[in-house]
């Protein structure tokens, strides 16, 4: 039997678990195929290392499709083949544990992303999978049944595993989609998302303020995301999960010039009605009406936010609460309820976890990841347009699509082998 070589190009998430799948396979299967990684950064897996603060949410125990922003058939098929169950097995085989957390999220028993890489390291040298670092595949060319990277190097089957253009420090530099595009794959407009929002008439005071609250993303006067949880405040305007969560529709806006303004809405007592709210202003400036106004809401928020509250609904905090009138209490009410804030946009891709757009998953077979018209050529990953919300999606995409790919890619080379 005539050996054969599956390159994959890009050693982060996806990458890895596309050449272990394929390893495994040729395992198995007692191919003479050779699998290599290709990797443009002195180590695989550095975004690994960076996930979830260092512990890296593995998974998510709740894949809800709707998490998910993309092709909805090349979605559904990659993970209904490559479930969170299927992928927790595989972990498991690799000798990691993971643990449950709170709204679903899995992470690495040890609660350390070194692990995950480590397992993922340790097998693929068990698989005498060949890992060349510091190589970046800048070409792709066709050559015969075949393939050409960097004018040289040999592969009779690719899997482009390169990732987006978010967090570049990390190896993600786009460079992934002009392989793509120099093989005449669409590539859609990309964008950043999970990242931060950057805001016009945002409060310079409430730098460091974290507090509960629901975000809405007004795009013409039209509701088009929200997302509730902790809202962080910084020197630019706002982070924290909900707010990564809306923020690819915010990049998207500016990416595609749309017209007209984008804002967001923030209710910061999302678990109250406004005529609560009201009530409760009414009776504490009637149970004490020389308490100052800086501290009419510390029993609802942290005071810094109180205090910006009532300066956007031009209230001296220094006066008594006792000489609010209904409409102080009306238009500080809705402040709270529904503050307005015009969005300048995101802090982009360098700060992002995740690139929205990208390879177009229509070039692609939805069922095996191989491009339409280029046998042999397959693609996975965050190169792919599909992302995800906060919480473990993204990455069960890297893992279920990076197997799919490895798998089929793998699968198609054995098959041509024995023809």
């Not at 950064?41 to 949410?57: D, E, H, Q, S, Y």
Request: net charge neutral; proline share 3%.
């Amino acid at each position: 039997m005539n050996g054969k070589t599956l390159c994959v190009i890009g050693g982060g998430a996806s990458g890895m678990a596309a050449a272990t799948e394929a390893a495994r396979y040729a395992k198995n299967h007692k191919l003479d195929i050779k699998i290599v990684i290709f990797e443009k950064l002195p180590k695989v897996g550095k975004k690994i290392l960076a996930t979830g603060n260092g512990r890296c949410n593995i998974l998510n125990s709740e894949p809800a499709k709707d998490k998910f922003f993309g092709n909805r058939k090349v979605i559904n098929s990659v993970l209904d083949k490559y479930t969170v169950e299927s992928n927790v097995e595989f972990f498991m085989s690799l000798g990691l544990y993971l643990t449950h957390e709170a709204d679903g999220r899995l992470y690495p028993l040890s609660l350390q992303a070194s692990s995950v890489l480590d397992a993922l390291r340790f097998e693929l040298e068990r698989l005498n999978v060949e890992i060349i670092c510091d190589t970046p595949v800048t070409s792709i060319s066709r050559k015969g049944n075949g393939f050409l990277l960097n004018d040289e190097i040999y592969a009779d089957s690719v899997i482009i595993a390169g990732g987006g253009k978010s967090s570049s420090v990390h190896g993600s530099d786009g460079s992934a989609f002009n392989l793509l595009s120099s093989m005449g794959i669409r590539i859609k407009p990309t964008f950043p998302a999970l990242t931060a929002v950057k805001l016009k008439n945002k409060d310079g005071s409430l730098k460091g303020v974290r507090a509960h609250g629901e975000i809405m993303i007004v795009e013409n006067g039209k509701v088009v995301a929200s997302d509730s949880g902790e809202i962080q405040y910084t020197e630019y305007g706002i982070s924290g999960i909900p707010v990564m969560n809306i923020s690819r529709h915010v990049a998207e806006h500016f990416q595609l010039h749309k017209k007209g303004k984008i804002i967001a809405a923030i209710n910061t007592l999302p678990d109250f009605l406004p005529e609560e709210i009201f009530s409760y202003i009414v009776t504490r400036s009637k149970s004490n009406p020389e308490l100052l106004c800086e501290n009419l809401l510390s029993g609802l928020m942290p005071k810094k936010l109180g205090i910006s509250k009532l300066r956007a609904a031009g209230i001296a905090p220094e006066s008594t609460v006792g000489t609010l009138t209904k409409n102080h209490i009306a238009v500080l009410t809705e402040v709270i309820n529904s503050q307005l804030f015009e969005i300048s946009g995101t802090l982009g891709f360098d700060n992002s976890q995740v690139t929205a757009g990208g390879a177009d998953t229509s070039f692609f077979n939805p069922s095996t990841l191989e491009c339409e018209k280029i046998n042999g050529l397959f693609a996975c990953g965050e190169v792919l347009d599909v992302d995800a919300v906060c919480g473990g999606y993204n990455l069960t995409w890297a893992w279920s699509s990076g197997r799919c790919a490895g798998y089929n890619a793998i699968k198609n080379l054995s098959e041509k082998t024995d023809a």
